[in-house]
């Protein structure tokens, strides 16, 4: 049983190890291939291709068989571009631990999507806004408050 720390980590450092379990049936122990695929083969094939199964021969981690799953239409440029690919995938490594890519047709996992950007807060309701936020001495609290104020006023009621 693993000793509990009280105190916060970041997310990035223990993803991980939070997804290892998962990720690990699927023949990623290596997680970060996952976690950094953009960083590895670039954010152009990022949007193109996504790791599905890294499989590995009987006893070793090299030499193994990496699947992708491509968008239409990037499946055959994928494979026209596979040295290019394989060569950051096994910079990525540092040894040559993928010889093969095996390409599958179909969508990608969903990208997240970005933050919505609220419009500006229009003069007299930023001003009733200031007035109520005046009484309140800490201004981190305050800019706190002004930031969710305006997210609350600026909000589409319909969503």
């Known amino acids: 049983m693993e000793k509990r720390r009280g105190y916060m980590r970041a997310l990035a450092g223990e993803i991980a190890k939070v997804a290892a379990p998962a990720l690990g049936k699927r023949g990623f122990a290596a997680a970060q291939l996952v976690t950094q695929w953009e960083s590895v083969v670039g954010a152009e094939w990022a949007r193109k291709l996504g790791p599905e199964r890294l499989d590995f021969p009987h006893g070793t981690r090299a030499g193994g068989t990496l699947r992708l799953r491509a968008t239409s239409g990037a499946a055959l440029e994928a494979q026209h571009s596979s040295p290019l690919l394989l060569e950051r995938i096994n910079g990525f ?67």
């Open 93 to 159: 490594f540092g040894y040559r631990a993928v010889d093969r890519l095996v390409f599958t047709q179909g969508p990608l996992l969903p990208e997240a999507r970005p933050a919505r950007v609220p419009a500006p807060l229009p003069a007299d309701d930023r001003a009733a806004l200031d007035r109520r936020l005046g009484p309140i001495e800490d201004p981190g609290l305050r800019e706190a408050l002004r930031r969710l104020g305006e997210a609350v006023m600026t909000a589409d009621p319909g969503k």
